[in-house]
């Protein structure tokens, strides 16, 4: 709410993490961890933290392709041509745009309607200016002098009991987000924003997080851990990719307020988690984005899971953002998930451990 | 940059399908919004008659047009529109939309004794508030599809507290309406 409405852009590189933690102690009493198939996660190299799209700094530039928005396709945008030579790398967005429209709780609802009038998808409720609006000095201004007064509906999920919803009185300074727009004319604008978000994304600096620590020897193909031990769950989006912290740029302002993340552990099991969680590194060296080594033991504090069985699993991370946009003098939002590729993760038995 | 006015939990006051309906739909507004609009002893007494007058022809115009609407669970009904105002306009229509959903009218039509309880000529906007006491014993819900009673156990009776307000276009529209959850009257 407090700053969805200005203008912005959000440019930033989402890059997801997951580390198989594995207790110091017992990866080092594990013959197996010596030949890598338990190695602590992070610390090899960038195929381990795989579900995030590697970026190298040393690559020449290039550019991504463009993003997917529904069924639509969206060309990649050339670049500028003052920017090109220097463009810092970005690799190939690695979701795409799964839903356009409002949704409640995973559930579609009606952008707007003659009854409710329009749906903010920032606070699920619809709101509706008053009309007629009551002279100032009336009790329902509470003192303001300026502004619009709204019927605000907020009992969205069951449309039987829409009668039952408790009828709410806001003011606000500005129009709520998405508020008397078409669907089509909020869809063009989407469009059109994207296009110029593929440039942002193209351009953006390249997070410190996402860049390739160095190949470690002993490789394993894919990262573990063990069952009984704590698996650490992070999402490294950057502030301005959660907390609506944002960029403007040009006549395009973009904001994106995170929602959720859904760990898919492949095991049948999914960990929701509301924050990008805290990741289990710490910035070591400037060439080492990831020091899994210098991190905490224990489970994670905010998003964790434990295998109950060993097991190969394909694990991925899906994010939900609220996305908000200005653009030419219209505001709307959009809902934004985006799915890691799968990375898989081998969780071996405890009793390695006595061999 | 929002401000929020709470104005009242719906069931209980309301009677909406889902909760036994009966009765119109009067959502309620806060005393604090209408504790301000007392009656001034020194208010002109021709502007006070006519302000009353106004504000129970307004209500009784609701009334009777939301009967009409009820009958067919018309929330669409624009002769609502002509004698409230929001926020309780966008609740009547929500009651009526609930009934719509629930398959049920309203049949016969409620007796009403509204008279005015105080007034407000003075300061900007002039309002009045006006109690009633809804014999709703003939009003009944039922359900469309077989026109027989709804389960119903709202009360038969019960008093109203009614905020009408002078808009700038000079219509007096009523904007709030409280419901006693225990028959008074």
Redesign the interface.
């Known amino acids: 709410m407090l700053t969805r409405r200005n203008r912005r852009i959000a440019v930033a590189v989402a890059a997801i993490m997951l580390a198989a933690l594995a207790m110091p102690g017992v990866a080092a009493a594990d013959p197996a961890a010596r030949t890598g198939s338990a190695t602590p996660a992070a610390e090899t190299a960038c195929p381990v933290n795989a579900l995030a799209p590697c970026v190298a700094s040393a690559a020449v530039p290039t550019r991504g392709p463009g993003f997917a928005l529904g069924n639509q396709a969206l060309a990649p945008v050339a670049a500028a041509p003052l920017l090109a030579a220097a463009a810092p790398v970005v690799k190939a967005p690695f979701l795409y745009f799964q839903t356009l429209g409002c949704t409640y709780a995973s559930i579609s609802v009606a952008c707007s309607t003659a009854l409710l009038g329009y749906y903010d998808p920032l606070d699920n409720c619809y709101w509706n200016k008053m009309v007629p609006q009551p002279p100032f000095g009336d009790p329902l201004w509470q003192g303001h002098t300026s502004g619009v007064l709204y019927t605000v509906t907020c009992e969205t999920h069951n449309g039987t009991n829409i009668g039952n919803a408790a009828a709410t009185v806001q003011w606000s300074s500005t129009p709520p987000l998405n508020y008397n727009q078409s669907m089509n004319t909020v869809q063009q604008t989407v469009a059109a924003a994207l296009n110029l978000l593929v440039i942002a994304f193209s351009l953006a600096p390249i997070p410190v997080t996402g860049s390739e620590p160095p190949e470690a020897t002993g490789t394993p193909p894919h990262p573990s851990g063990v069952v009984g031990l704590p698996v650490w769950m992070w999402a490294d989006v950057p502030h301005v990719l959660w907390d609506s912290t944002a960029y403007s740029k040009s006549s395009v302002a973009f904001s994106f307020m995170g929602s959720q993340v859904d760990w898919d552990m492949g095991d049948g099991h999914h960990i929701v988690c509301s924050t990008p969680a805290t990741a289990y590194t710490k910035p070591a060296l400037p060439n080492f984005a990831y020091n899994v080594r210098s991190g905490p033991p224990g489970p994670s504090p905010d998003c964790g899971y434990m295998y109950p069985m060993a097991g190969t699993y394909g694990t991925t991370a899906t994010i939900t953002w609220y996305a908000a946009f200005s653009f030419l003098g219209t505001t709307g939002t959009f809902v934004l998930t985006r799915t890691t590729r799968i990375q898989m993760l081998s969780i071996g038995e405890l009793q390695a451990v006595t061999k | 940059?929002?401000?929020?006015?709470?104005?009242?939990?719906?069931?209980a006051a309301?009677g909406?399908?889902?909760?036994a309906p009966a009765g119109p739909a009067t959502?309620g507004f806060s005393p604090?919004?209408?504790v301000?609009r007392a009656t001034v002893p020194s208010a002109d007494a021709g502007a006070v008659n006519t302000a009353k007058s106004a504000a129970l022809a307004a209500y009784n115009g609701y009334l009777s047009a939301y009967v009409t609407a009820a009958r067919t669970a018309n929330?669409?009904d624009a002769a609502i529109d002509r004698y409230t105002?929001?926020?309780?306009r966008?609740?009547a229509?929500?009651?009526?939309?609930?009934?719509a959903?629930?398959h049920i009218v309203l049949t016969g039509r409620p007796r009403s004794h509204p008279v005015a309880s105080s007034v407000n000529t003075t300061?900007?906007?002039h309002s009045v508030v006006l109690t009633d006491c809804v014999d709703a014993s003939s009003w009944r819900p039922m359900v469309r599809s077989t026109g027989k009673p709804a389960a119903d156990n709202a009360p038969t009776r019960y008093a109203a507290s009614i905020l009408v307000?002078?808009?700038?276009?000079g219509q007096w529209?009523v904007?709030q309406v409280t419901k006693a959850t225990v028959p008074s009257c």
Not at chain 2, 93 to 99: A, E, G, P, R
Not at chain 2, 165 to 169: G, I, L, P
Request: proline fraction near 8%; aromatic fraction near 12%.
């Open positions: 940059v929002r401000a929020t006015v709470a104005l009242t939990t719906a069931c309301f909406s399908a889902a909760c959502p604090a919004a209408a301000p929330w669409h105002a929001d926020p309780f966008q609740q229509k929500l009651t009526l939309y609930s009934y959903q629930n300061t900007s906007p307000v002078q808009y700038a276009s529209l904007q």
